[in-house]
Nanobody, 121 residues
């Protein structure tokens, strides 16, 4: 079974920074797309940022210029550098990966358990 484990969440003041990490473990041949979702209280879960296997990135408009997603394929890890944080960024952040487990299979979707990010004003 593939497991994704997030770390790096916490409480910061507005204008501060956090760096989230998510490491995938288990039987992994390769990982296709990876990304970060978030869900704020009373809100729908939304895709914040994604990155393809070759490094193509996409961001939700509200975080463009502030957040940077990156990945280290050798470590099966995806990161989210969050700068200039705002109270509106407060949410549980979930790591996502489409994981190819063997050379003869296509990818399947896996999710982390979530990590809380709280931004105070």
């Amino acid at each position: 079974q593939v497991q994704l484990v997030e770390s790096g969440g916490g409480l910061v003041q507005a204008g501060g920074s956090l760096r989230l990490s998510c490491a995938a473990s288990g039987r992994i041949f390769s990982i296709n797309a990876m990304g970060w979702y978030r869900q704020a209280p009373g809100k729908q879960r939304e895709l914040v940022a994604s990155i393809s296997s070759v490094g193509t990135t996409n961001y939700i408009d509200s975080v463009k210029g502030r957040f940077t997603i990156s990945r280290d394929n050798a470590k099966n890890t995806v990161y989210l550098q969050m700068n200039s944080l705002e109270p509106e960024d407060t949410a549980v952040y979930y790591c996502y990966g489409n994981v190819r487990r063997t050379a003869s299979t296509t990818g399947g979707d896996y999710w982390g358990q979530g990590t809380q990010v709280t931004v105070s004003s």
